[in-house]
């Protein structure tokens, strides 16, 4: 298949709420480079429905999730300002396939990052922090390999953010930041270094990916980080809430 052909069919999935079969079922060798081709196409779809690129997620951050997948390296997805839920704003599932949630940290970039960023480099660009949860919703109707997840614009869907960033200079460090995050009766606990031993070491590794590719992370771009947990599969009525260290909880109400 094609990327057009690729993005096609995720257009459609995503439109009729009707999951598909991985593409790599019938395309074992199916490339990255092909993938994100796929899914540059899929996201213009949204930007020619008047949406705008606000951001970028990064996934399978966790070497936990990497293995569990069967999946070597991270990968990276464009958040749209469609994406952006209000808080306080209940998340609609019936726009969604099977939409997963976990808790991220997500960073404001204060500087342009054009060139080879280490972690203290990537640090010293984060602006601001927020506390965020992450809506994944994978089109795919069985389990998917990376450049599936790829050409699924690694599966963003929908994402809040908490209402009161800080500097990251007024945290304590990122690394060993601690995250719990509540769905009903199940909790899970985190620390920031979950995200490939510290969350800009993860944001580092996007930096120099884009420029490798003579793309940029610009001053005001949002970046998440990467899930801190295993992820919770939504439903009508859930809440979820994410409480971080040194920043304000952040939850996520469906019907």
């Known amino acids: 298949m094609t990327p057009h052909a ?5 257009v459609a ?14 395309q074992p060798f199916l490339s990255a480079r092909t993938a994100y081709e796929a899914q540059s196409l899929f996201v213009e779809h949204r930007l020619t ?22 999946i070597d390296q991270p990968i990276y997805g464009r958040l749209t300002s469609r994406m952006i839920l209000p808080v306080g704003e209940p998340l609609r599932l019936d726009e969604l396939i099977h939409p997963r949630a976990e808790p991220e940290l997500a960073f404001v970039i204060g500087r342009r990052l054009d060139d080879t960023t280490d972690l203290a480099g990537a640090l ?3 602006d601001a922090v927020y506390p965020a949860l992450e809506v994944v919703d994978s089109r795919y109707a069985e389990s998917f390999r990376l450049p599936d997840s790829v050409a699924d614009n690694a599966g963003a869907a929908r994402v809040v953010l908490g209402s009161q960033p800080r500097s990251p200079r007024d945290l304590v460090d990122l690394h060993v930041l601690g995250c719990v995050f509540h769905q009903g009766r199940t909790v ?9 031993g510290h969350p800009a070491a993860a944001l ?3 930096a120099n990916t884009l420029t490798a ?10 970046v998440l980080s990467g899930g801190l947990t295993a992820s919770v599969l939504l439903a009508p009525g859930v809440v979820a809430t994410a409480e971080f260290d040194g920043l304000d909880p952040v939850g996520i109400h469906c019907r």
Request: aromatic letters at 4%; charged letters at 20%.
């Open 6 to 10: 690729i993005a096609a069919a995720l």
């Open 13 to 26: 999935a995503e439109r009729d709420r009707a999951p598909i079969a991985p593409f790599t079922r019938t």
């Open 49 to 70: 429905a008047g949406e705008q690129v606000v951001g970028a997620k990064l996934g399978l951050t966790s070497k936990v999730k990497r293995l569990a997948l069967g």
């Open 124 to 126: 010293a660009a984060i």
């Open 188 to 196: 899970y606990t985190a620390a920031g270094g979950a995200v490939m």
């Open 204 to 206: 580092a590794w996007l």
């Open 213 to 222: 590719q003579g793309e940029h992370l610009e001053e005001g771009t949002i």
